[in-house]
């Protein structure tokens, strides 16, 4: 009997099966012909939040969150963090190999070229209330722009793709800036091509019209560190519904308006937001402990804690501590830092936090950043998707190459009535 099977008895029917494994996985499908008799449906698996369920092979990026490791195409987040920029990360991310410098050339002034969006996602904009929140106005334009590129849906047509990376690694910026200026009511700033990507950002959302802005380079490149932390993190909840939406060869404007809508949660992108509203609702150090014993008994949660794969620190969390600091040398401190620091002590000293594993993920101390910049906190989630596009658009456009893909379709255990005879109004108890 080779090695790399598993063999199954079911004690059902006293049969055996032996099932190929390849990649320390087996194929659920292979558990189909465990059948009590010939006309069952066969065995399925129950995996309710695919705790462990692979959906796809992929490249892109590694995470072992027991020993808090994070990698892009095989290198380590903080030496991208560190050394590269967010731009060069899309093509490593896209393409799997970092670029070459006239690569990166061509595609940062591809990117600088379509940075502009049409009047008509401006007016799109401007149909919002303004109280819209700005993952509202950002999941709408995303979706517009597919009726903008209506041959984004021959999605097998490789210029096709290309130019669907360019325009909405591009245009994201200046759809989540749009939204900012709709609801401050300010006129939009037209993208400068003359500043980085980072910089155009900074740029779109707070320079006065007719003046020329200069982003300060500390929070320049805070803010491309911060798109470059958020990136890619492999098959998360966004990047499945990017996946989930692409598998029906729906476009990948409309599949991504679709992972964004994912990333609002509050359990995902949206947890950022929901930090820095629990910060300030404990308002000072005094009032962490009581806070603490609330969660403990199960009132709520410790926003921007714990994770589904980082059993550990999650990575992304180290470096923007560390980033945090040469932007407040600019901003001067953020008072929600020292609350954050102390719920972060005494949660990693608390049994409760220990015992489950509960560590500080890259939402923790994102937001204090994002606040002291100047960011809106309703804003957090927009920041996350920006950064994220890329991550997006790559594993969709590694899932339209793989042969392997078909379109999602989970099966359910289905518990409800069957065979029911309709009953008529009049009769109805
Ligand atoms: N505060 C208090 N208890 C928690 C927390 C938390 N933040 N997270 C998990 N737990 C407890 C949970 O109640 C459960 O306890 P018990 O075993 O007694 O029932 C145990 O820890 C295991 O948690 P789980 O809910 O089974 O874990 P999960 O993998 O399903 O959920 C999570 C992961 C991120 C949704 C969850 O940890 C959470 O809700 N955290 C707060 C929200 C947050 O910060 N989200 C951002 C995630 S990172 C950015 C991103 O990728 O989107």
């Known amino acids: 009997m080779p090695n790399d099977t598993l063999t199954i008895t079911d004690n059902r029917t006293g049969k055996t099966y032996e099932v190929p494994i390849a990649d320390d996985t087996i194929r659920a499908i292979d558990l189909r012909q465990i059948k009590v008799a010939a006309d069952d449906f066969g065995l399925m698996t129950y995996d309710p939040g695919f705790l462990n369920t692979a959906s796809c092979k992929s490249r892109i990026t590694f995470i072992d969150g027991d020993k808090g490791i994070l990698e892009y195409r095989g290198y380590p987040i903080a030496q991208l963090a560190e050394q590269s920029s967010f731009l060069e990360v899309c093509l490593l991310l896209r393409k799997g190999e970092l670029p070459k410098a006239a690569e990166l050339a061509q595609w940062t002034a591809e990117v600088t070229a379509n940075a502009g969006v049409q009047a008509s996602i401006e007016k799109l904009t401007d149909g919002f209330q303004s109280d819209a929140h700005p993952m509202g106005m950002f999941i709408a334009s995303a979706a517009a722009l597919a009726t903008l590129y209506p041959e984004s849906k021959k999605i097998s047509d490789l210029e096709v793709r290309n130019n669907a990376f360019r325009q909405l690694v591009a245009k994201v910026p200046t759809i989540a800036a749009l939204g900012y200026r709709h609801a401050k009511g300010l006129p939009f700033v037209q993208p400068d091509p003359e500043l980085s990507y980072a910089g155009n950002f900074l740029n779109m959302m707070f320079a006065t019209p007719g003046v020329k802005y200069k982003p300060n380079p500390a929070l320049e490149r805070a803010m491309d560190i911060l798109f470059t932390l958020h990136a890619d993190h492999e098959q998360n909840c966004s990047t499945s519904t990017m996946r989930v939406v692409g598998s029906a060869q729906t476009d990948p404007y409309t599949s991504l308006a679709a992972a964004a809508a994912a990333l609002y949660g509050p ?32 009132e709520g949660k410790l926003m921007g804690f714990g994770h589904r794969v980082y059993k550990n620190y999650d990575p992304r969390a180290g470096i923007i501590k560390r980033a945090a600091d040469e932007v407040f040398a600019v901003t001067g ?3 929600a830092l020292d609350i954050a620091i102390e719920l972060e002590r005494i949660a990693l000293e608390d049994e409760y936090f220990v015992k489950r594993k509960l560590y500080p993920n890259v939402d923790f101390y994102s937001g204090i950043i994002y606040e002291a910049m100047g960011f809106p906190t309703a804003m957090f989630t927009v920041l996350f998707a920006i950064g994220r596009t890329i991550g997006w658009m790559s594993q969709w456009e590694e899932l339209v190459l793989d042969a392997d893909q078909k379109i999602a379709r989970p099966r359910q255990i289905f518990l ?14």
């Open 333 to 335: 401190k953020n008072p």
């Open 267 to 298: 359990l995902h992108g949206g947890a950022n937001e929901a930090v820095l509203t629990m910060l300030a609702k404990i308002g000072t150090k005094d009032n962490i402990p009581e806070f603490i014993t609330r969660v403990k008994a199960g």
């Open 416 to 429: 409800g009535p069957r065979r029911l005879d309709y009953v008529p109004m009049d009769q109805r108890a």
